[in-house]
């Protein structure tokens, strides 16, 4: 068993199904073996427009192959996506852009900052005209010189103001170090973007909650709230698609009943 482990990639072994992988939840007493299933839901009508079925624990990883799946199908040239804290990543937004998706995602707040009392990067504002950022205290933290930074990572610029910081009152709640430095992804500008996004749609998460998890609801309470019936991820991918094309022509003969649909599917 050992070494079947080692062998495995993620080192999981399920012995019930052997595609099936730990999903990474934070509800308590939710975590389960089996799979992860992405639904992109229309706003409007509540259809599935794309579906698919991984063993990747996380959400992370899905946002631009979803979001572009759901434009395709939705035959317009650009949608807005609204997703959950767990879909942003910064690669992912950046893959969306210029692709006729726009994303709307709320960050993670990853620091553990903000739960000690500390500023997080949410209170330094960032001014695209002058290239600085305001810190709480009101002083610019300006671009440093390239060669004197910390650390030769190039996807970052770090902005920082050594005069300050010394003698501010703020300092306990912004830094331990000497001065606080600010870095700044190549592609912040992107994530700049979204943030105003969902500053302009404060209620983007409701109209999530209530679209997406719709056909999830209907669809456990059909399948009786238990497992899939069938093993192997290629089974269990013919498994949910059935159950999608089911939920589908079910909601279209709900909204606008037989005689439209059929005269649909034969155009
Ligand atoms: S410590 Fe420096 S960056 Fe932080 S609030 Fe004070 S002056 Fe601004």
Same mark, same amino acid.
């Given at each position: 068993?050992?070494?079947?482990?080692?062998?495995?990639?993620? *080192?999981?072994?399920?012995?019930?199904?052997?595609?099936?992988?730990?999903?990474? !939840?934070?509800?308590?007493?939710?975590?389960?073996?089996?799979?992860?299933?992405?639904?992109? #839901?229309?706003? +409007?009508?509540?259809? $599935?427009?794309?579906?698919? #079925?991984?063993?990747?624990?996380?959400?992370?990883?899905?946002?631009?192959?979803?979001?572009?799946?759901?434009? +395709? *199908? /939705?035959?317009?040239? !650009?949608?807005?996506?609204?997703?959950?804290?767990?879909?942003? !990543?910064?690669?992912?937004?950046?893959?969306?852009?210029? =692709?006729?998706? =726009?994303? $709307?995602?709320?960050?993670?707040? &990853? /620091?553990?900052?903000?739960?000690?009392?500390?500023?997080?990067i949410?209170?330094?504002?960032?001014?695209?005209?002058?290239?600085?950022y305001?810190? @709480?205290?009101?002083?610019?933290l300006t671009q440093a010189k390239k060669r004197s930074t910390r650390g030769p990572d190039p996807d970052f610029v770090r902005y920082r103001n050594l005069?300050?910081c010394?003698?501010? @009152?703020?300092? @306990?709640?912004c830094t331990s170090e000497r001065f606080q430095q600010i870095r700044r992804w190549k592609?912040?500008?992107?994530?700049?973007?979204?943030?105003?996004?969902?500053? %302009?749609? @404060?209620? *983007?998460? &409701?109209?999530? %909650?209530?679209?997406? +998890?719709?056909?999830?609801?209907?669809?456990?309470?059909?399948?009786?709230?238990?497992?899939?019936?069938?093993?192997?991820?290629?089974?269990?991918? &013919?498994?949910? /698609?059935?159950? #999608?094309?089911?939920?589908?022509?079910?909601? #279209? $003969?709900?909204?606008?009943?037989?005689?439209?649909?059929?005269?649909?599917?034969?155009?």
């Amino acid at each position: 068993m050992g070494a079947r482990l080692e062998e495995t990639p993620g *080192a999981q072994v399920s012995l019930t199904d052997p595609d099936a992988r730990a999903m990474s !939840s934070h509800g308590k007493g939710t975590d389960v073996v089996g799979y992860n299933v992405q639904f992109a #839901v229309d706003a +409007e009508h509540h259809l $599935i427009l794309a579906h698919e #079925v991984t063993n990747i624990g996380s959400d992370r990883a899905q946002l631009a192959s979803m979001g572009e799946k759901a434009r +395709e *199908a /939705s035959g317009h040239e !650009s949608i807005t996506v609204l997703a959950d804290r767990g879909y942003y !990543s910064g690669d992912q937004i950046v893959a969306c852009d210029g =692709a006729g998706v =726009a994303p $709307i995602v709320p960050k993670t707040e &990853t /620091s553990g900052g903000a739960l000690r009392g500390r500023f997080t990067i949410q209170d330094f504002v960032y001014d695209a005209a002058h290239d600085r950022y305001t810190c @709480p205290a009101g002083h610019f933290l300006t671009q440093a010189k390239k060669r004197s930074t910390r650390g030769p990572d190039p996807d970052f610029v770090r902005y920082r103001n050594l005069d300050v910081c010394g003698d501010c @009152p703020l300092k @306990p709640r912004c830094t331990s170090e000497r001065f606080q430095q600010i870095r700044r992804w190549k592609h912040e500008d992107v994530l700049d973007a979204m943030q105003r996004r969902l500053d %302009r749609m @404060p209620k *983007a998460m &409701t109209i999530r %909650r209530r679209t997406a +998890e719709h056909p999830f609801g209907t669809i456990k309470a059909w399948m009786g709230a238990t497992h899939f019936l069938t093993r192997t991820l290629p089974n269990v991918k &013919t498994e949910m /698609s059935l159950q #999608v094309l089911a939920y589908n022509l079910k909601r #279209v $003969i709900g909204l606008f009943g037989v005689s439209p649909l059929m005269r649909a599917i034969a155009a």
